[in-house]
């Protein structure tokens, strides 16, 4: 429904809820926030702003109660809170059930392996002592990847077993799934968007690129350098998976592409994602509208064709540096055409801490990455 009256209930304010405000207000939306930290992100633009624990069963049911429309920002949040706001008739998207999947990495992969949804092999554990006993009778093989089943995003909650030392220094505790480490050519992200009344609308894979220390992914590309025939296919799985979920709203999903020629589905994250930022300078619907539209049951936008190649960089506070933070590089970055900056207003930088990210957008890809070469070298995230 189009109705610049409604109340849009976010929970989490960081970035990514700040960057939905910011496209709601192109529409007059009104957009409430829900996060326990005073002075976060999207606080500095919502219409109004609740400070409370969206993982908390209270916080959450009295802050949805007089919402209209209810998203999310973060998959870890109090779903039974919000199972009791759709009994209330309220509108909930992604649904609790969705999210109950999406956020347990181990029921993730178990719905894709009963939908057909091709994945990584896997097992679960109910935790690192009952891996670590597979591991002796030969169930597992080193190398492979553990995951925590929950709590886990932006690099946090994996670690990939090469040696064995590293059973001994790496092992994660807690309930938890091993996975073969497969065999990588590429990792793309293909981002799709469903509305209730059923139509879905995917944005073109993104290729991504990780740092080696925090496991983010710290630079991304679009189009992905991939053949178009990969290209479609990759399309149609995140179509089939959505489906699957019956999310509305965006579904970011990841996917590794083998060497082999073989697409698997690594996860997925019911929400805007890292890997569409590029599409507020590159697209002609960014995600963060696109998302909109999808959870108020509007048509979604056609055009997420791109405008242009782009590129996107993380900027991540710099290794040594904590405390109020300071952009350096910024002036001679922005002389450079084509280049974007979005910084999160968060006051604090530490190391790899996402503190903004930048889309560069040119004729050709080719010329994107050059334009982002520079931007890496210069543009740098520092304590005062």
Not at 109 to 130: G, R
Not at 274 to 294: E, M, P, W
Request: charged residues 20%.
């Amino acid at each position: 429904m189009f109705s610049t009256t409604q109340k849009i209930g976010i929970l989490g304010g960081g970035q990514l809820g700040k960057m939905c405000c910011l496209a709601a207000a192109d529409w007059d939306f009104k957009t409430y926030i829900l996060d326990p930290t005073a002075g976060c992100p999207a606080s500095q633009v919502c219409t109004g702003f609740t400070q409370g624990d969206f993982k908390n069963y209270d916080d959450v049911l009295a802050f949805g109660r007089d919402k209209d429309v209810i998203t999310i920002e973060i998959e870890h949040v109090n779903t039974d809170a919000l199972r009791a706001l759709e009994q209330m008739g309220k509108v909930v998207h992604p649904s609790a059930t969705a999210l109950d999947t999406i956020k347990d990495k181990g029921l993730q992969k178990l719905f894709y392996q009963e939908h057909q949804i091709p994945t990584a092999h896997f097992e679960l554990f109910d935790d690192e002592q009952a891996l670590l006993a597979a591991v002796e009778a030969g169930r597992w093989n080193l190398p492979f990847v553990q995951k925590t089943r929950t709590a886990g995003y932006d690099g946090k909650g994996v670690a990939i077993l090469r040696t064995r030392d590293d059973l001994k220094n790496k092992l994660l505790p807690g309930p938890c799934l091993a996975e073969a480490l497969a065999d990588i050519q590429t990792e793309i992200a293909v981002i799709a968007a469903k509305n209730p009344s059923g139509q879905v609308v995917t944005f073109p894979a993104v290729e991504m690129d990780f740092h080696p220390e925090a496991n983010l992914v710290e630079f991304l590309l679009c189009p992905a350098r991939i053949p178009s025939l990969i290209e479609a296919e990759a399309e149609a799985l995140a179509e089939q998976v959505i489906r699957a979920l019956d999310v509305c709203g965006l579904l970011a999903v990841e996917m590794f592409l083998t060497k082999s020629g073989e697409l698997l589905v690594n996860e997925s994250a019911p929400r805007p994602h890292n890997s569409g930022h590029h599409t507020i300078d590159s697209a002609v619907t960014s995600q963060f509208q696109q998302h909109l539209r999808a959870i108020c049951d509007l048509p979604l936008g056609a055009g997420t064709q791109l405008t242009g190649a782009a590129v996107m960089i993380n900027l991540l506070g710099e290794d040594g540096h904590q405390g109020p933070v300071n952009y350096l590089g910024a002036a001679e970055c922005l002389a450079l055409e084509g280049v974007h900056i979005h910084l999160y207003g968060k006051a604090q930088t530490s190391p790899f801490r996402k503190m903004g990210h930048v889309s560069i957008t040119a004729d050709t890809v080719e010329a994107a990455v050059a334009k982002a070469d520079f931007v890496r070298s210069h543009l740098k995230v520092v304590s005062k």
